[in-house]
């Protein structure tokens, strides 16, 4: 989270379901007590950033600012080649999966320019690209038990002839 800054284990218990008394946290929890009135984003940022709360909005919007996105369309190999080690990089750092938006941003490229991409890479990396996720470790997320029990939710093509690329 945050640019690697946290680690989050998921484990079985993430997908456990916890219900809260609303009047309870409402009563209780100082954060929801400050977003009560809040009516606009920046109001609740406002809210959060007084109780001392570090600014999620204003971090996305700072890299937002400091990026140099692009909505361009990259070579086939630029555009494998970046993904793949971005995918190596994952790996040694133990990541199973990641976020097509972390792909796009560490591509370069905006949300238009990553739609622009995004054919190549589902053409090419057809396993690996199953929105919104980017599958680093396929052990992480088998096939089996992707929605449609299939790769056929991946939107597979078979990569172009000549291509030499697995998928």
Same mark, same amino acid.
């Given at each position: 989270? /945050? @640019?690697?800054?946290?680690?989050? $284990?998921?484990?079985?218990?993430?997908?456990?379901?916890?219900?809260?008394?609303?009047?309870?946290?409402?009563?209780e929890a100082l954060p929801a007590k400050?977003?009560?009135?809040?009516?606009?984003?920046?109001?609740?940022? &406002? !809210?959060?950033?007084?109780?001392?709360?570090?600014?999620?909005? +204003? #971090? +996305?919007?700072?890299? @937002?600012? *400091?990026?140099?996105?692009? &909505?361009?369309?990259?070579?086939t190999d630029a555009l494998v080649g970046?993904? &793949?080690?971005?995918? &190596?990089?994952?790996?040694? $750092?133990?990541? *199973?999966?990641?976020?097509?938006?972390?792909?796009?941003? !560490?591509?370069?490229?905006?949300?238009? %320019?990553?739609?622009? =991409?995004? %054919?190549?890479?589902? /053409?090419?990396?057809?396993? /690996?690209?199953?929105?919104?996720?980017?599958?680093? =470790?396929?052990? !992480?997320?088998?096939?089996?038990?992707?929605?449609?029990? $299939? !790769?056929? #939710?991946?939107?597979?093509?078979?990569?172009?002839?000549?291509?030499?690329?697995?998928?």
């Amino acid at each position: 989270m /945050q @640019a690697g800054r946290s680690v989050v $284990d998921l484990t079985e218990e993430a997908t456990l379901l916890h219900r809260l008394d609303l009047q309870a946290v409402l009563s209780e929890a100082l954060p929801a007590k400050a977003l009560c009135g809040a009516t606009s984003l920046d109001e609740a940022q &406002d !809210a959060l950033v007084a109780l001392g709360a570090k600014s999620e909005l +204003e #971090y +996305e919007r700072q890299k @937002a600012a *400091d990026s140099e996105l692009t &909505d361009r369309v990259l070579g086939t190999d630029a555009l494998v080649g970046a993904v &793949d080690s971005l995918a &190596d990089e994952a790996t040694s $750092d133990g990541v *199973d999966l990641l976020t097509l938006r972390r792909v796009a941003e !560490a591509l370069g490229l905006t949300a238009e %320019g990553f739609v622009a =991409n995004l %054919g190549i890479l589902r /053409q090419l990396r057809a396993l /690996q690209c199953c929105p919104p996720v980017w599958v680093v =470790n396929p052990e !992480a997320w088998p096939v089996a038990l992707r929605p449609l029990g $299939d !790769a056929s #939710y991946c939107h597979i093509h078979p990569p172009p002839a000549g291509a030499g690329l697995s998928t």
